[in-house]
């Protein structure tokens, strides 16, 4: 079974012009696909009906947020602006929870085109569902949208298996809160059931060993930022009798790389 999670940024990159990313999560060959920052726009742009159609997938789609997308950007060949963890980006803009810095509300003013929408976490799976649901995670008070995991129970070789979809908040905004009902979700779980929790989790593996114990890393690579990656903060995690197999991580446009686990369910007797 192939297990990808790519991090879409709603497919423009953080000067608000259109990327790949879409098309690359396309092209993953993905069994599992977990894409934080799916886009769902109000003018008919929408990225679930496209994979779901494209790839014959079918999941669950979780809106977090009311957003602007700029699709006609422009900016140096950089992937964002320098200081955009400083002055905002110029790509998504929230309002919802957080009003957006000058420099972000000026440049949104001077482009042509401004879409609304909605963004949000988005699960699709080539294989039968046999439950699949949203539980809601704490809002932080310095986030710009709200959380929430997907949990499903899905069949491979009609073997049973959960899946958990995640997009977490960063470590300065208080993500450890989020992890805690990420473990009383997961501890909720049939244990007899394999389990596989992937996703943007926006934190390094060293210190999600503390967070989220009791999980084996299936795929280590490292993932942000795309052009020169130097940290993985995108992870597939395992319990239960998996096998690794191999993955590896590509740059497909967005700010993060999308990751791939190969993975073998060994029989529960075996």
Same mark, same amino acid.
């Given at each position: 079974?192939?297990?990808a +999670? *790519?991090?879409?940024?709603?497919?423009?990159?953080?000067?608000?012009?259109?990327?790949?990313?879409?098309?690359?999560?396309?092209?993953?060959?993905?069994?599992?696909l977990?894409?934080?920052?799916? %886009?769902?726009?109000d003018?008919? +742009?929408?990225?679930?009906?496209?994979?779901?159609?494209?790839?014959a997938?079918?999941?669950?789609?979780?809106?977090?947020?009311?957003?602007? $997308?700029?699709?006609?950007?422009?900016?140096?060949? !950089?992937?964002?602006?320098?200081?955009?963890? *400083?002055?905002?980006? $110029?790509?998504?803009y929230f309002?919802?929870?957080?009003?957006?810095?000058?420099?972000? $509300?000026?440049?949104?003013?001077?482009?042509?085109?401004v879409?609304?929408?909605? %963004? @949000?976490?988005?699960? *699709?799976?080539?294989?039968?569902? +046999?439950?699949?649901?949203?539980?809601?995670?704490?809002?932080?008070k310095?986030e710009? !949208?709200?959380?929430?995991?997907?949990?499903?129970?899905?069949?491979l070789d009609?073997?049973? *298996?959960h899946?958990?979809?995640?997009?977490?908040?960063?470590?300065?905004? @208080?993500?450890?809160?989020?992890?805690?009902?990420?473990?009383?979700?997961?501890?909720?779980?049939?244990p007899?059931?394999?389990?596989?929790?992937?996703g943007?989790f926006?934190?390094?593996r060293?210190?999600?060993?503390?967070?989220l114990?009791? %999980?084996?890393?299936?795929?280590?690579?490292? +993932? %942000?930022?795309? $052009?020169?990656?130097?940290?993985?903060?995108?992870?597939?995690?395992?319990?239960g009798?998996?096998?690794?197999? @191999?993955?590896?991580?590509?740059d497909?446009? !967005?700010?993060h790389?999308?990751?791939?686990?190969?993975?073998?369910?060994r029989?529960?007797?075996?």
């Amino acid at each position: 079974m192939r297990v990808a +999670t *790519f991090n879409l940024h709603a497919g423009v990159d953080g000067w608000g012009r259109p990327s790949n990313a879409l098309e690359h999560a396309c092209e993953l060959g993905a069994d599992v696909l977990v894409c934080p920052e799916t %886009w769902r726009g109000d003018d008919g +742009t929408d990225f679930v009906a496209t994979i779901e159609r494209r790839l014959a997938m079918h999941g669950l789609f979780v809106p977090l947020a009311r957003a602007q $997308r700029v699709t006609s950007g422009r900016g140096p060949r !950089s992937w964002q602006p320098v200081l955009a963890h *400083f002055t905002g980006e $110029r790509g998504l803009y929230f309002n919802e929870y957080r009003v957006p810095k000058p420099l972000q $509300r000026r440049a949104r003013d001077n482009v042509a085109s401004v879409e609304t929408g909605e %963004w @949000g976490l988005g699960f *699709f799976t080539t294989l039968p569902i +046999t439950s699949i649901h949203s539980e809601p995670i704490e809002r932080l008070k310095r986030e710009k !949208s709200r959380r929430a995991l997907i949990v499903a129970e899905l069949l491979l070789d009609e073997q049973a *298996f959960h899946l958990l979809a995640v997009h977490g908040a960063h470590l300065t905004h @208080g993500s450890y809160r989020q992890y805690r009902r990420i473990n009383a979700i997961a501890a909720t779980l049939d244990p007899a059931l394999p389990v596989i929790l992937a996703g943007d989790f926006n934190c390094w593996r060293p210190l999600l060993r503390i967070l989220l114990p009791g %999980w084996t890393t299936l795929v280590r690579t490292r +993932t %942000w930022p795309a $052009r020169h990656p130097h940290s993985q903060i995108d992870h597939i995690l395992g319990r239960g009798p998996w096998e690794k197999l @191999g993955g590896n991580a590509t740059d497909g446009g !967005s700010d993060h790389r999308a990751l791939v686990a190969e993975v073998r369910l060994r029989a529960q007797n075996a």
